[in-house]
C-alpha cells in the first residue's frame, strides 16, 4: 500500500511563493510518475504537473510552478512562485498513472494524498 502525505500549504499574498512537499511512504518498484492536483471550492480537481523522466505543466502555471522530485527521500516538490488568487485550492499529491498520456486526468492516478490548502490573497 502507497501513502501519500501533503504538507507545505498556508495563506499568502498575491505575489508571493510556497513550497509543497509530498513524503511517500508504502512499498514501491520499478519508475513510476507522480503528479500535484488542485481543487477548488465547487471545482472539479485539475492538474497542474506531473514528473517522469521530464516534467509537464497545465498552462494555467507553466513559468511560476516548478515540480521535482527526491527519488532518495521519497518525495515530490512543488515550489509555487508569483502566486495569484486563482491559485487558491487545496493541492493534492498523486502517483502511479496508469496511462501517462492521461495524466491530466483525475481518474487515472491509483494514490492520492489527503491533500493541503493554498489561499492567495489580493
Known amino acids: 500500500q502507497v501513502r501519500l502525505e501533503e504538507s507545505g500549504g498556508g495563506s499568502v499574498q498575491s505575489g508571493g511563493s510556497l513550497k509543497l512537499s509530498c513524503v511517500q511512504s508504502?512499498?514501491?518498484?520499478?519508475?513510476?510518475?507522480m503528479a500535484w492536483f488542485r481543487q477548488a471550492p465547487g471545482n472539479q480537481r485539475e492538474a497542474v504537473a506531473v514528473?517522469?523522466?521530464?516534467?509537464l505543466y497545465a498552462d494555467s502555471v507553466k513559468g511560476r510552478f516548478t515540480i521535482s522530485r527526491d527519488t532518495a527521500k521519497k518525495t515530490l516538490y512543488l515550489q509555487m512562485d508569483s502566486l495569484k488568487p486563482e491559485d487558491t485550492a487545496t493541492y493534492y499529491c498523486?502517483?502511479?498513472?496508469?496511462?501517462?498520456?492521461?495524466?491530466?486526468?483525475?481518474?487515472?492516478?491509483?494514490?492520492w494524498g489527503q491533500g493541503t490548502q493554498v489561499t492567495v490573497s489580493s
Open positions: 498523486a502517483s502511479h498513472v496508469r496511462e501517462f498520456a492521461s495524466w491530466f486526468r483525475a481518474d487515472e492516478w491509483s494514490y
Open positions: 508504502g512499498y514501491t518498484a520499478g519508475r513510476y510518475s
Open positions: 514528473i517522469d523522466l521530464g516534467a
